[in-house]
């Protein structure tokens, strides 16, 4: 079975670079596929799975519109916020009251950093 690898790979058999795509036997393709650590060979990255060699790389999304927090990934929320205090206090308010204990701490950070940051004159 023809895969794609999501992490390095290496059995006394074959040794496999990440992002790489080989022909291995069926049972062992099966297995990595299961423990989530390859996708059959050209799985788009779209749906979280490891990139086709030589795909093209995604954009960073565009900045929501309105005055809800989104509901998104890391980049989506920071997009959103901006440079904006208000926006960033009301992002981490969000954050922490859905996620509790669970929320992302890269986030949490970030819309920390901004809040403490001096204010531009």
Excluded at 14 to 20: F, L, M, N, P
Aim: aromatic letters at 2%; hydrophobic letters at 40%.
């Amino acid at each position: 079975m023809r895969i794609t690898m999501k992490t390095l790979y290496a059995s006394p058999e074959r040794s496999i670079a990440a992002g790489a795509t080989a022909d291995v036997p069926d049972d062992e393709a099966q297995d990595l596929i299961d423990r989530g650590f390859a996708v059959p060979a050209g799985a788009d990255e779209a749906d979280g799975q490891a990139p086709r060699p030589g795909a093209a790389r995604k954009s960073p999304p565009a900045p929501p519109d309105g005055d809800e927090v989104p509901d998104g990934s890391i980049a989506v929320v920071l997009a959103w916020v901006g440079e904006d205090r208000d926006r960033a206090a009301k992002a981490l308010d969000v954050e922490r009251a859905t996620k509790g204990d669970r929320a992302r701490v890269k986030l949490v950070e970030d819309l920390t950093k901004l809040l403490e940051s001096e204010q531009p004159e």
